[in-house]
């Protein structure tokens, strides 16, 4: 775990070096703009559209820096010959993987609890008190950013930077309409087509799952079922994901 | 070439040998063994086969210095990633430190550098070494003392803080040694070690590895350079297109007997300069310094009288032997290669 740990902390740390601070200040920034722009127009709604934007842009600027840095972040290590020092020490080549996990999932989640923390304040500035209905909403994309991010792992592992993020937000995209795949299913197709697209509805992360704005916005409790099953089906879902990235990346060749 | 005096090998003289012998009881295993390997990548878009590496069989074991030599794409890398467990051998067997290599086991006591190291630019040499130690499992304070004893050793005490993007080749060299030797490795594999080196840094590793032998380390080693090959190495192996065309000591390898004899003269007049050419030695140099080469042992006595009686004066009689650049290129041009 110690070896794990440090390959963690060094993607954390290179993430956090290069990139992550100046995106949480822009956005910071953008929030604070977005709200005083946007409350005079929302006819006394102003506070709910300021959560719901800033949930919901927090999100996915969190799932695209993941999907950005974790496409080229093992490219790099390859390419640089980074990897080699490292994989010539007794790690497994899982344990490098689970590393570089680790590091960009807590790097990715940082910003996002940074903006959260941005947009608690500004609400709570702007209009009095802080949402705090908004923390439920926000670990749960938290688990959606760690299935984003196993995702983008996975593909690393294998292919190209650019293919790497146009599968991960393919993947990412199509999660959030994996429900609906239910309901062609439903529809009777074809045997093929129908086994195919249940095939489908299984291997996607279910990830409208972890859509908890709405509640948010309106000070709704999300379930304490809901939340336990969304746990449960994420980390199967990450470890299932890293398995399989484990396997492809212990058979690779570094020519 | 003047073959430089190897310390480790002449001042303590036995010692590592001894070392070595013993060592080799204790540790009957070779510390690294290869056993018919054979390596084929694949196009991967015409699947046409390329033999990197062809029936290598090795055996490296405790104390000795170990040269791979050959051109660009003879196979050395890929040797030794194979050696790494970073690719996988076609055919053929390979254990290191008894184990698979892809076992990380097998790694524990392994220093490796690479050829033209790379590490991360977001960190300093302190943090390197700290992911590293941690990496090994090194306990942290031990971890940070042997760091800073390799940092000190290696002339990099002064830029323990300074980010890597600002090293410079020959630093990141260093570092790179630094991180190889920090967990005192067993089997030490170093890929084109002087790489980037200036003469005062490539005496430093040499030194250090000479250490690291007497040590009982075992090191396996690839360079172009060959003069630092034939200083440091114990035996070497020559290759050529993924084939091991010579392997052996390096003494044994090169011609024991003399190729030339080269006597260094002071001033000789164009006559006698003249005569012997004509008998088929060569003479260079002029003023008070002349060079002449006698390919033929037995008349360099017959030079050296006809000299004498002459009066000039003889500054040095030596036998030149075969480098070991001279056996490389000898090798090669025998396997159809350069030469």
Known sequence: ?255 | MSRERDESRRVPGWAPRVAGNLLQEVDPLPRVLLDGVTKVYRDPMTLRPAVAVEGLSLELRPAEIFGLLGPNGAGKTSTIKMILGLTRPTRGTIRLQGRDPRDPRSRARLGYLPENPSFYDHLVADEVLGLMADLFGIDPQLGRRRAEELLRRLGLAGHTKKALRKFSKGMTQRLGLCQALLNEPKVLILDEPMSGLDPIGRAEVKRILREERARGTTVLMSSHVLAEIETLCDRVAIMDRGRVLRMGAVESLLQSEALEWEIVTDAISPTRAALLGSRGHRVEGGGTRWLIRVSDAAAVQEVLRDLTQEGVTIRAVEPRRESLEEFFMRALASDGGPG
């Open chain 1, 1 to 255: 775990m110690r070896r794990v740990l440090a390959i963690a902390r060094n993607t954390l740390r290179e993430v956090a070096r290069e990139r992550v601070a100046l995106v949480l200040a822009i956005f910071g920034l953008g929030i604070v703009v977005a709200s005083q722009a946007l409350s005079p127009l929302a006819l006394g709604e102003g506070r709910k559209v300021v959560v719901d934007f800033g949930l919901a842009g927090s999100t996915l600027v969190s799932i695209l820096l993941a999907i950005v840095l974790g496409s080229s972040l093992l490219h790099k290590e390859i390419e640089r010959k980074t990897v080699y020092a490292i994989l010539a020490k007794p790690v497994r080549r899982e344990e490098f993987l689970a590393g570089k996990f680790l590091g960009l999932w807590a790097a990715t989640a940082a910003l996002l609890l940074g903006m959260t923390a941005i947009l608690l304040a500004v609400v709570a500035l702007s209009y009095g008190a802080a949402p705090w209905g908004v923390l439920g909403a926000v670990s749960l994309s938290l688990l959606e950013l760690g299935i984003v991010t196993a995702i983008v792992v996975l593909f690393s592992a294998f292919t190209t930077p650019v293919l790497t993020a146009f599968f991960a937000l393919a993947a990412a995209a199509a999660g959030h309409f994996a429900e609906d795949l239910l309901y062609f299913v439903g529809r009777g197709a074809p045997g093929v087509a129908k086994a195919a697209t249940e095939g489908v509805y299984w291997i996607l992360p279910h990830l409208e799952l972890y859509n908890a704005r709405a509640l948010a916005v309106h000070n709704l409790p999300i379930g304490g079922e809901r939340m336990a099953f969304a746990l449960c089906y994420g980390l199967l879902y990450i470890g299932a994901v890293l398995a399989l990235a484990g396997t492809i990346f212990r058979h690779r060749e570094f020519r």
